[in-house]
């Protein structure tokens, strides 16, 4: 028996894929031949229907019925599964950031993530918008991620949106003593993390991090700063004093913030913190602390005395702020003296009660202004005609009569 593979392939249609054909040879010479074989493409036999039909009636591939044109008329290949609808591509979208900041969310359309392009750890980095990942297949394609890490495959990596720096497993390495008595120095894109203050202190030679998570234990630098965590100090280039936060100055410099929310008796690097026992949050006696160098994005919103709401406390601290209240600040409600309301109002509180919270009021118009004397004294320190002139220019009145000396 011979085997002959023939290439079938329907009109117009290109994506049809090889099938290989058994032909029977009965024997008879005359159909052994190329004239034996269907070349038409059309079903007509070229060594004429009568010969054919004796010399291939044992061929059950061949019975002169697959030959009547019926199964490659061309239906089976009408056009419509290449109407172009499963041929619709969206490119995906390019995307680029600060690796030292991430990707912002905004980056990408719902549901996308911004994945840089292989080994952009550091600077600017280019990528492409791609879907958020929730499980991946447990296939073996290690890789290292910009976090140092290793993950199973690139779809891990993407799932936990770190970008891959290269194929393969991270390189082991062995932390390189430096600092201190050992001589040694890091390289260029590393710094000497040493445990302790002392000019006699060794460290060891870490990466200096682009990016660090929030939260984490803090920890006191040697430039008497805390820091949110290990990472943060650590690309502050800052030795580690000890853990925990630095310990308050024992040296207390007192201070105190006036009813128009302007500190006074505080020094450079420090603000004025007002104490938990005043009365009023936002004014009155306080101490003299050193304001945050870096804070981390954890969420704990708190309001401000100046109106806003503020990430977390350290926030609210690097700002030079104290804390009106727990949580985001009302849409309408404002601190008396810090200037908080929205322009053509102001912050109305009862009398004499300068510096606390209240509500914002349009200021009246100018003819509220008469000329009826009744003098007042306003939280601003200056004497006003009567009352309502006092609210006019935005002002609560602190008391009666003239402002004292």
């Not at 309408?332 to 009660?353: D, F, H, K, L």
Request: glycine share 14%; with cysteine.
């Amino acid at each position: 028996m011979a085997l002959l593979l023939v290439g079938l392939a329907g009109c117009g249609s290109k994506s049809q894929t090889f099938v290989p054909i058994t032909v029977a040879d009965a024997g008879v010479a005359s159909d052994t031949g190329a004239s034996g074989i269907d070349t038409s493409g059309a079903g007509v036999d070229s060594a004429g229907g009568g010969d054919v039909a004796a010399a291939d009636s044992t061929a059950p591939v061949d019975t002169g019925a697959a030959d009547a044109g019926s199964p490659d008329a061309g239906s089976a290949d009408t056009g419509t599964e290449d109407t172009g609808a499963a041929d619709t591509f969206t490119p995906p979208k390019p995307c680029a950031y600060d690796a030292e900041k991430g990707p912002a969310p905004t980056l990408c359309p719902v549901g996308q993530v911004c994945v840089g392009n292989t080994g952009g750890c550091t600077g600017w980095v280019s990528g492409t918008c791609k879907p958020t990942v929730g499980t991946c297949p447990p296939s073996t394609q290690p890789v290292c991620g910009c976090d140092g890490k290793d993950y199973a495959n690139p779809c891990e990596a993407q799932k936990a949106t770190v970008t891959v720096k290269s194929g393969g497993t991270c390189p082991t390495t062995v932390a390189k003593p430096c600092a201190g008595n050992t001589g040694k120095f890091c390289d260029i894109s590393e710094q000497c993390d040493v445990n302790g203050c002392e000019a006699s202190d060794a460290g060891i030679c870490v990466k200096v991090p682009a990016v660090c998570p929030d939260g984490g234990t803090a920890e006191c630098g040697c430039d008497g700063n805390t820091y949110p965590n290990a990472c943060f100090r650590q690309k502050a280039k800052v030795s580690k004093k000890h853990a925990g936060a630095c310990a308050p100055s024992t040296t207390v410099t007192p201070c105190k913030v006036g009813p128009a929310g302007k500190p006074t008796g505080c020094g450079a690097g420090t603000y004025c913190k007002t104490l938990s026992t005043n009365p009023i949050a936002c004014v009155g006696d306080g101490e003299c602390e050193k304001i945050p160098v870096v804070c981390d994005n954890s969420s704990a919103p708190v309001c401000g005395c100046d109106g806003k709401t503020y990430g977390n406390p350290c926030e609210l601290s690097k700002a030079k702020q104290n804390m009106k209240q727990a949580g985001q600040c009302g849409s309408n409600t404002c601190t008396e003296g810090a200037n908080s309301c929205p322009v053509g109002m102001y912050c109305a509180v009862p009398q004499g009660q300068c510096g606390t919270q209240g509500i914002c009021f349009n200021k009246p118009p100018a003819t509220a202004c008469t000329g009826v004397l009744d003098q007042v004294c306003g939280c601003d320190g200056k004497a006003y005609t009567n009352a309502s002139c006092a609210a006019v220019q935005g002002v609560v009145v602190k008391s009666k009569g003239a402002c004292g000396p």
